[in-house]
């Protein structure tokens, strides 16, 4: 899970070059831009130490920009964009020695120091220049976001001894929203399209396409929104090789493709007949995340999910048809094509994440870079059922549960197994089924998992994802309760060792269903979560600066809410041991929320144990620690249900045991 565990992602084609950027543990979590030749050459484009991530709405995503033998790229440590430049006849494979000479000249920043994060960038080649979105941290009170432009001519990084030049990070072209994202050129370089969306929307709650024509200086003109609003969520504009705009809108309630007329013509469904209750769109937590990417001239490859699962097909779009790819691949949030080829990151519940180039017509698959190359018997993965199930509320949530597997050995015939129950974060994301090596972890050691779908979930249309609204807190939780209440009747559960984990908002979760709904849940562990949404509110950053409005309501209007869906605030509820785990330089979810309620725990003389690791943000990314926490939460399991674990573990300190 560790030394295997390689974060694929941010996939893109140029020419023969295959791309992407591996997260790996080993190296401190940092993230590495991987490039693939044409005869199968591996080489990490980026230099030692240099990490390839921006912090543009603290998530990042998109922070590099392919163009030839050259690439642009934001490094997390000063967030500055660099130009790397390389050669074509270098080659410098993953195994080879040091004495090799290296085939990318040293980074060469393009942008000045200071606060300026960048990200989601289009290379303007008849302009030498790249456009993207930019976040301004420089002056007082909350960061500005716009679209900016950056010229890439050879006496940028000269002109970049000046620092008093602000103007060398970028000249804004796009201002006057609180947010900015995807802006994407028209063939020709005429057009430019892009989406932006004010507080308190969120991506997925209802966002602006804008299309503008691009001047001979790159300036703006005739800006236009042509789609989109407060309760309409457009996601992934994008332009095909005859200037059509395709985007995906959930105006139909469900994310589905469309066509428009950038000139002012009418908006279009592509498919006559889109499979039902499918979504191709997902939730823009990160940037440059894709479901769809052009094939030819009329033919694009596209990604959907119906009820949980996500498939990969082919749209002929003149025809308005589609066919499904024959693959049990299962495609993640990136995706790019070159005509008979798409190249995309994608698992299947038997097999761990890969960098995959799939055959758009026979849907065979070469596998290019696993983010695993451990070999596991059949006999040891527990696959996923899709299970569905009634709510307190008469509603429908889903999940999927994996039974305890393992080859060389089985439970008493009457012995029920302990169920981990996982609450996803965001919380407007979804758990997929595709292999998890941490999921694996639990059901090989004897217990049972199930993975929840709550109400909020994306995948299942626009209303599911609003069940959420106003309510977190309570429908989460009640979907949380009922799916285990489901097992503990279907026999597939223990009611005594019932355990709920999550991280992020997921964490929230967790702690919310240990205080409100006690004595469901006999263990809780929880990773970053958040155990007080007033403090929340007043100490995050700007993304998620309203979120809680939508998920809550109006802050300070509605002060009472916040604190009664505050789990620090019902402390006397909680009832059951309890682990937290908390990365220090965490800027979406601040140590103090598992501090104040590991304190709590603490005084109140429940049994809980609380570990942090320095140098961990929002999501743990170095081997260290991730081998660490699952173990302690192994061992924390065997102190309160009273079993010790065959794995050898360091002991973890717990209070009130």
């Known amino acids: 899970m560790a030394a295997q565990g390689l974060r694929l992602g941010a996939v893109a084609i140029d020419g023969d070059d295959c791309w992407w950027v591996e997260g790996r543990p080993g190296e401190g979590g940092r993230n590495v831009l991987v490039r693939r030749r044409p005869d199968g050459t591996l080489v990490d484009v980026t230099p030692s130490g240099f990490n390839v991530r921006t ?12 163009a030839g033998d050259e690439v642009y790229c934001s490094n997390f440590s000063d967030q500055r964009i660099y130009r790397i430049r390389g050669s074509r006849s270098a080659g410098f494979d993953h195994g080879g020695s040091a004495e090799q000479e290296p085939p990318y000249a040293a980074p060469v920043a393009m942008t000045p120091p200071g606060e300026w994060f960048y990200a989601d960038g289009i290379l303007d080649r008849r302009r030498r220049r790249l456009v993207c979105v930019r976040e301004d941290h420089t002056r007082a009170g909350e960061p500005v976001n716009t679209l900016v432009s950056i010229p890439l001519d050879a006496d940028a990084s000269a002109r970049l001894r000046d620092p008093a030049s602000a103007r060398q990070a ?15 050129l028209s063939p020709d370089g005429s057009m430019l399209s892009w989406l932006a969306w004010r507080h308190p929307q969120m991506p997925w709650d209802g966002t602006e ?15 236009t929104c042509i789609a989109g609003g407060e309760s309409e969520s457009i996601y992934q504009p994008g332009w095909g090789p005859d200037g059509t705009l395709y985007f995906a809108s959930d105006r139909t309630g469900w994310w589905n493709l469309f066509r428009a007329d950038p000139s002012g013509g009418a908006i279009r469904p592509v498919l006559e007949s889109p499979p039902p209750r499918a979504e191709f769109g997902r939730p823009q937590w990160v940037l440059g995340a894709a479901t769809w990417a052009c094939a030819g ?12 699962r996500w498939r990969l097909c082919t749209i002929d779009t003149q025809a308005g048809s589609w066919r499904d790819i024959a693959t049990d691949l299962e495609p993640h949030d990136w995706l790019a094509a070159d005509g008979p080829h798409a190249l995309l990151v994608a698992g299947s519940p038997t097999m761990a994440d890969a960098v995959v180039r799939l055959n758009l017509e026979s849907g065979s698959s070469e596998v290019l870079r696993r983010s695993s190359t451990l070999a596991l018997d059949d006999r040891d993965v527990s696959v996923p059922e899709a299970i569905e199930c009634s709510t307190a509320a008469g509603e429908t949530t889903h999940a999927f549960y994996y039974p305890p597997r393992n080859g060389d050995y089985s439970a008493a015939p009457a012995e029920r197994p302990p169920l981990v129950a996982i609450s996803h974060g965001g919380p407007t994301t979804a758990t997929i089924a595709t292999l998890d090596l941490k999921i694996q972890f639990w059901t090989s050691r004897g217990f049972a998992v199930v993975d929840v779908n709550y109400g909020g979930s994306s995948g299942y249309g626009r209303a599911y994802r609003e069940r959420l609204t106003g309510h977190w807190g309570l429908v989460d939780v009640d979907d949380m309760v009922s799916v285990a209440r489901h097992l503990v009747a279907e026999g597939k559960a223990d009611p005594q060792r019932l355990i709920v984990r999550g991280g992020s908002a997921g964490g929230y979760t967790t702690l919310a269903a240990l205080t409100f709904q006690p004595g469901v849940f006999t263990a809780g562990a929880s990773y970053y979560g958040v155990s007080d949404i007033e403090v929340l509110a007043r100490d ?31 402390v006397e509820r909680l009832a059951c041991p309890l682990i937290l785990f908390q990365g220090l330089e965490d800027r979406v979810v601040p140590p103090n929320q598992s501090e104040m309620m590991a304190a709590a725990a603490r005084a109140k003389g429940l049994p809980v144990a609380y570990l942090t690791f320095a140098g961990e943000q929002h999501g743990f990314r170095k081997a260290e620690t991730i081998v660490r926490s699952l173990e302690a939460e192994l061992y924390f399991y065997g102190a309160v249900f009273d079993f010790t674990p065959a794995d050898p573990i360091p002991a973890v300190p717990i209070d009130n045991l």
């Open 55 to 66: 912090r543009v709405h603290e998530y990042g995503g998109a922070a590099y920009v392919v």
């Open 170 to 184: 970028g000249e804004v072209i796009a201002s006057g929203h609180d947010f900015y994202s995807t802006p994407r």
């Open 209 to 223: 396409l804008w299309v503008a024509t691009v001047a001979g200086s790159g300036t703006l003109a005739d800006p």
């Open 297 to 308: 001239p009329s033919r694009m490859v596209a990604a959907y999910t119906q009820r949980g």
């Open 540 to 570: 995050t950053h700007k993304f998620e600066s309203r979120y809680l409005e939508r998920l809550i309501g109006p802050y300070p209007q509605r002060r009472d809410l916040y604190r009664e869906r505050s789990p620090i605030h019902h």
